[in-house]
């Protein structure tokens, strides 16, 4: 069965043809997108590796269905350097050594863009870190973590939605 | 996973047609379903995508002062909603203790109604497990058992219902909205989950092609806004199913118990409303006396299904904790960790 499938990837209209339903949206990024920056970890939901932005909202993109997204805008870790300049989240990432490995970093850094836009945190670690609790690092760079969001918080600013996105 | 035919109906009326056939189910975010078919645990062979169904996706006030869920709300947005967090303050911490945030803002009101009930041993295809293959046994009964029920559980099956949300809707009354092929009805929530025993692989009582459509919370729930909250044991603080949790509230006048609610979560095979506690409640005096009878109340007839006696006592613990912080008054917003018994709130013992 052959699935018309349109979606706006990075800013960048995509118009594919799914021939078999069950692909995730992790998988058309990585496989057929050849957009590998959006790492495959648990692919049950339960690590954060494959977070993206969907229609502005940061979800597990092995628990989607591409054929379910039709018509949505997604963001991956691809899309948010802008001119070759990176994006003060992931600026802050190093900063902070927000990672070792950095297997789980583009997730992580998908995520607190979502956390930021979202608005719920203020700039309460605590806060912070239960809205991050969707991804996990197993080298346990938690602490610097937490230090790069509230960092990128306050450089983003009032301007975040608009840059966030 | 298998492989399955997809389809995207334009209406509701195309989604139960749809999913009436053999093997179909319905298909919203897919954050329960799509785990349990990449294990091959369930296997439909019709995916109904509902996720774009018009119309599904308010949360409206009627009149009557009740208030109408579609049942494509996201998760994150019922618990973000002002004026739904101010007069369901308790339902919103549920929701805000569930999951991770990724998965709150996927995971729908229906679908968060109709996730399995669940165990280990469910999930492990080299199990034996009434629920994922009728009539085989149950290796959780003599299994690695202190997460399963103890209460409401039967020989056939001892898994318990792993939704926060669904344990306030239930305290507070909650009304399930449902269309199918001979048109609409509505029921109890607690009426969706039938009693463990006959048929575990029954998770609920919807035939073939009925969609839960909306939730709907009467507005006596809004009563209990001033003293209400949720609390959940989990082995880790943050992105954990419970251990047991409470869902409480309470009408107060002049220090005495009007009114009271109270449900449990992680106990049963389904959300677990403990009638005969909010009838020790009502008109007692609140304070922990009282708290501890309705507690006791709470768990009359509990036993455990294994290695999880631990639970009976748990349970009557946060029971107690969660009318104390009820009686004290819901927070303004809702805790750093929601649902934590792990915070430092003034009057509250570790120890109850």
Redesign the interface.
Known sequence: MNLPLSLTVNGERRELVLDDPRVTLLDLLRERLELTGTKKGCDRGQCGACTVLVDGKRVNSCLALAASQDGAEIVTIEGIAQGGRLHPVQAAFIEHDGLQCGFCTPGQIMSAIGLMMEAQTGSDPERIREAMSGNLCRCGAYAGITEAVLEAQKMLGTSKTERAA | ?N????V?PADTAEAVAAASEPGAAY?A???NL??LM??NIVRPTR?V?V?RLPGLDRIEWQADGSLRIGALVRN?DLA?DAAFAKSCPAIAEALLSG?????R??ATVGGNLLQRTRCSYFYDTASRCNKRAPGTGCDAREGDNRLHAVLGWSEGCIATHPSDFCVPLAAFDAIVEIEGRNGRREMALDALYPPSGAAPERDNVLKPGELITAVRLPASASAFAGHSRYLKVRER???AFALVSAAAGLAIENGTIREARLALGGVAPKPWRARAAEQALAGAHADETAFRRAAAAALDGAKPSGDNAFKIELAQRIVVRALTLAAQGTPDRVP???ASPFSSVAGVRHVA
């Open positions: 996973m492989r399955f035919d997809y995207r298909l975010a897919g954050t799509l785990d990449k294990g995916l995508d996720s994150a973000h999951a991770s945030a990724q998965l803002n996927a603080t943050s992105y750093a960790l929601p």
